[in-house]
Structure formats: structure tokens, C-alpha cells
């Protein structure tokens, strides 16, 4: 079965600086991953995607990082912003599972000024 | 353009009720997914629905179902509710769900509490 799952729970990070925020994968089979954001009272909102062809993508301001070798993906938050306060989630699936998202368990990102 | 929108936001139910979330997706959004958002075990596939039919469904018991409808609105039941169901039930909508679910969007959720 498909697992996901975060190294860190909470990242304190000083404005201005740069986030990084890890993810781990079991299912090799996945290759799709998503990266979601979800402030207090709202649903995860989209920040960015890669697929499994690729080994990065950049955003704005967000740079996803995908190591299929080691099973493992990142979000790198360049510049953070208290705005960037919030529970970050990272989500994958396989083929022909739609929109069945694995979703990993959250690390809670908090800016401090 | 309105986004996915959940009703009723929060509602209390006493253990062997049932209850039922709606969600109406976004205008033209044919593909609905629900999630159960728990601290414990954090964000789980429940099931989705596109054109009227389920297309996929989560390792959750019978006791949870939903329905499509024509307009792409949807609904979901839990019935004989349990303590442990108490959680944020999430719906998401896509325009055809297909995997590149990056198009997903979600709603602000309906929190279920049952004492």
C-alpha cells in the first residue's frame, strides 16, 4: 500500500529565510506528488506539482525537488513570509487512481518575525 | 467564480446517528472527491464521484456513502456514527479528476463532532 510521510512535524523558520519541508514515499509506482497547503479553518489549497518524469519544478517563490531514487520530495519556500504560516502537506498517487491522493501527515510551518 | 462550497460547517451528532455533507463543486467541475481529516490519521481518501458514479473509493467501512448528482453537486452519509468520526470531512472538486488531481480544489470542509 501507498504510504507518505514527513520528517519534521513543526519547522519554525525566521522571515526572510528559506523553508525547506521533507517528504518520504514508500509506493515506487507513484508519480504524481502535490504539494498542499492548508491554514487554520480552510482546506488545503494547491501550491505546486511535479510529476515523476521530472526531478524539480519551480513556482513562485516554491521549488519542488523529487529524488526517486531515495523515494523522497521536497518544498523549498524561498524568502518566507508570515503568510507562509501554516500546515504544509504533501500528497502523491499512481496510475489509474484519479484523484485517490495519498496525503502525507503534515509539517506546521511557523514564521517567526 | 465561486469556489467548492460545504454545508453545514459544523454540526454536533450523538453516537448511532446518521448524518449527511453537501457539497456543490465549482461551476463545471464534473469530478467530486471526499476526505476525512483527522490529527490522528491526517487527510483519507473517503471516495469520488464523476458523472453520477463512483469512480474510486477509499478502505473505509460501509457505513460511509456518498451520491453524485446530475448538476455534479454531492453528498455524503455516515450512518451509525461513531466517536471516532468525529473529524473535518473535505470535499474536492476537479474538472474531470483525472491524475493530474493538481487541479484539485478543495472546500473549507464540514466538522462533524460526535459526543
Known amino acids: 500500500g501507498e504510504s507518505v510521510g514527513l520528517h519534521l512535524p513543526t519547522l519554525s523558520v525566521q522571515e526572510g529565510d528559506n523553508s525547506i519541508i521533507n517528504c518520504a514515499y514508500s509506493n515506487s509506482a507513484s508519480d504524481y506528488f502535490i504539494w498542499y497547503k492548508q491554514e487554520s479553518g480552510k482546506g488545503p489549497q494547491f501550491i505546486i506539482d511535479?510529476?515523476?518524469?521530472?526531478d524539480k519544478r519551480q513556482g513562485q517563490r516554491v521549488t519542488v525537488l523529487l529524488n526517486k531514487t531515495v523515494k523522497h520530495l521536497s518544498l523549498q519556500i524561498a524568502a518566507t513570509q508570515p503568510g507562509d504560516s501554516a500546515v504544509y502537506f504533501c500528497?502523491?498517487?499512481?496510475?489509474?487512481?484519479?484523484?485517490?491522493?495519498?496525503f502525507g501527515t503534515g509539517t506546521r510551518l511557523q514564521v517567526t518575525l | 467564480k465561486a469556489g467548492v462550497t460545504q454545508t453545514p460547517r459544523y454540526l454536533i451528532k450523538t453516537r448511532g446517528q446518521q448524518v449527511t455533507l453537501s457539497c456543490s463543486p465549482i461551476s463545471g467541475h464534473r469530478s467530486v472527491s471526499w476526505y476525512q481529516q483527522t490529527p490522528g490519521q491526517g487527510l483519507q481518501f473517503l471516495f469520488e464521484y464523476f458523472s453520477e458514479t463512483q469512480r474510486n473509493k477509499g478502505n473505509f467501512p460501509g457505513r460511509f456513502s456518498g451520491r453524485q448528482f446530475s448538476n455534479s453537486r454531492s453528498e455524503m452519509n455516515v450512518s451509525t456514527l461513531e466517536l471516532g468520526d468525529s473529524a473535518l470531512y473535505l470535499c474536492?472538486?476537479?474538472?474531470?479528476?483525472?491524475?493530474?488531481?493538481?487541479?484539485?480544489?478543495f472546500g473549507e470542509g464540514s466538522r462533524l463532532t460526535v459526543l
Open positions: 474536492a472538486s476537479s474538472l474531470r479528476g483525472g491524475t493530474n488531481t493538481g487541479e484539485l480544489f
Open positions: 500528497a502523491s498517487n499512481y496510475p489509474g487512481t484519479a484523484s485517490k491522493l495519498t
Open positions: 511535479i510529476r515523476s518524469n521530472m
